[in-house]
């Protein structure tokens, strides 16, 4: 049989993946180091029901014990989709694989690389002859299975050969229209997929927060939470990340009976795709503050120990919400929604950044609809996102455009209070107050950074800017000499 496509790596992701590629009618090979992986995972499809793999699914599916078997058997050009641990182990597969394969034969790395490992293998294999994709995949195990957001990036000419069976794979919005579509050149697609992290680890720390602040601000009991969720999730914070939420607090442990959530330790690990986001901003000089504040929550979530031995030394306060309930579950969603938005603008001005760093031709309106089905972030408002990119592709930062203005505009005293509430009760909200103190900053025209510039050149002889002068003329002054007391 000469196979579509061939996948190498079967773990719970690559195995899904073929799944989906050989439901949508894909003869799929297939191929892991571990060879009895491979047999247990072919072998046991033959013992499922159709109706429970697909029907035929089984026999579109080949399983190969070499990679010389493995690439032989696939039609030409070959497309083999490669998904194993990022890094090293990327590189070593597409080594084995470069003697058995031919110039024009294409290489697809769905793994969760670093961008800058997808850029030079983009620059190694097209020296070779090869072509090349790097592709972002989210969704998890059962976006995989069912439909995963896709976001392709690498040598354009390699599109064609391979867009009809990631289109086919991936999820789909209400219309039909594909959860991918080509992202840009070399590590773009990998890059978007980085920004697609950042933002669920900002979009999940807020919704943390807010879960927090209603907690202990109002007592809510997880019934009530769940309320909370239910309803907030028939509105404009309609998402995944709410509904899965909105479901957890509804979980109760079969051993105790005391609800779940209420029993899993407060330590948060992370992969490291939102660490990279951070990096790169400071990289790129942009301010991704949320998503930033985001990983440290993170951290600081793991250092539990020394968090229970300062609970014993260090006070603050530790009051409740007297006021109107409703009225303070009203601000505490407005909040939520206005901090979301500003994490979402702060990921599109990274994007920007490092379309301009890296000649990249980006189209964030497409992007906003690659995430609006089969990853973790999708939700309501990135159809208002797609909107306003449409309505202006130069868009400077999401904030700017209407809709999203007037968003914010009622918003802000809900806003504006739950960050005090926060303050008030000592109640840690780094994401909801990050997102508020990016606004305030972004929409004054003059910060304190004059008299930061004036430090530098007093204790560095930094040099500085001047309001009267035109932009680019640097001026020194020795402060020692001109100070007059």
């Not at 799944?19 to 009618?25: D, F, I, R, T, V």
């Not at 080949?62 to 990022?86: D, I, N, T």
Request: aromatic content about 10%.
């Amino acid at each position: 049989m000469q196979h579509d496509i061939g996948l190498i790596g079967l773990a719970v992701m690559g195995q899904n993946l073929v799944l989906n590629m050989a439901n949508h009618g894909y003869s799929v090979a297939v191929y892991n180091r571990t060879t009895q992986t491979m047999e247990d995972f072919v072998g046991g499809l033959k013992d499922e029901p159709a109706d429970k793999v697909g029907e035929g699914t089984a026999d579109r599916i080949g399983g190969y014990e070499s990679l010389e078997e493995f690439v032989a058997s696939l039609k030409r050009p070959r497309r083999v989709m490669v998904m194993v641990k990022a890094g090293a182990p990327v590189d070593a597969v597409i080594d084995q694989l470069k003697p058995l394969m031919e110039p024009g034969d294409i290489f697809i790395d769905g793994g969760n690389s670093d961008f800058h490992d997808t850029n030079r293998r983009s620059k190694e294999l097209r020296d070779a002859g090869f072509l090349f994709i790097g592709t972002g995949v989210s969704g998890g195990e059962e976006g995989a299975l069912k439909g995963p957001s896709i976001m392709p990036g690498g040598h354009q000419e390699a599109w064609p050969h391979v867009k009809e069976i990631l289109q086919s794979i991936s999820a789909k919005v209400e219309d039909g229209t594909p959860c991918c579509e080509w992202v840009g050149e070399d590590g773009a697609g990998h890059y978007v997929k980085m920004v697609h992290n950042g933002i669920e680890y900002g979009d999940m720390q807020l919704i943390c927060e807010a879960y927090f602040i209603l907690k202990h601000a109002l007592g809510l009991t997880n019934d009530e939470l769940h309320a909370v969720f239910k309803e907030w999730n028939e509105g404009d914070l309609e998402s995944y990340l709410i509904e899965i939420t909105r479901d957890i607090f509804t979980v109760k442990d079969a051993e105790t009976g005391n609800f779940l959530v209420d029993m899993i330790l407060d330590t948060a690990k992370q992969k490291g795709t939102g660490k990279w986001m951070s990096q790169h901003a400071l990289d790129l000089g942009v301010p991704t503050t949320l998503i930033t504040e985001a990983v440290y929550a993170r951290c600081l979530s793991g250092q539990k120990d020394a968090r229970v031995r300062a609970s014993q030394v260090l006070g603050g306060p530790d009051g409740r919400f007297e006021g109107d309930r409703q009225e303070f579950i009203d601000d505490v969603k407005q909040a939520l929604y206005a901090s979301k938005l500003v994490s979402y603008a702060q990921g599109y001005v990274q994007l920007d950044a490092a379309a301009a760093e890296f000649g990249w031709k980006l189209n964030n309106g497409n992007i906003a609809l690659l995430w609006r089905g089969g990853c973790i972030i999708r939700s309501r408002f990135l159809g208002d996102i797609k909107a306003a990119f449409e309505k202006n592709a130069d868009l400077e930062n999401l904030l700017l455009d209407g809709f999203f203005k007037q968003a914010i505009d009622t918003a802000q005293p809900s806003w504006r209070r739950v960050v005090t509430a926060a303050v008030q009760f000592g109640l840690p909200a780094p994401g909801i107050g990050a997102a508020l103190s990016y606004y305030d900053g972004y929409r004054r025209d003059r910060l304190p950074a004059n008299l930061l510039q004036a430090q530098r050149d007093y204790f560095g002889a930094h040099t500085y800017e001047r309001t009267d002068k035109p932009r680019g003329e640097t001026f020194h002054t020795d402060w020692i000499r001109e100070r007059s007391l």
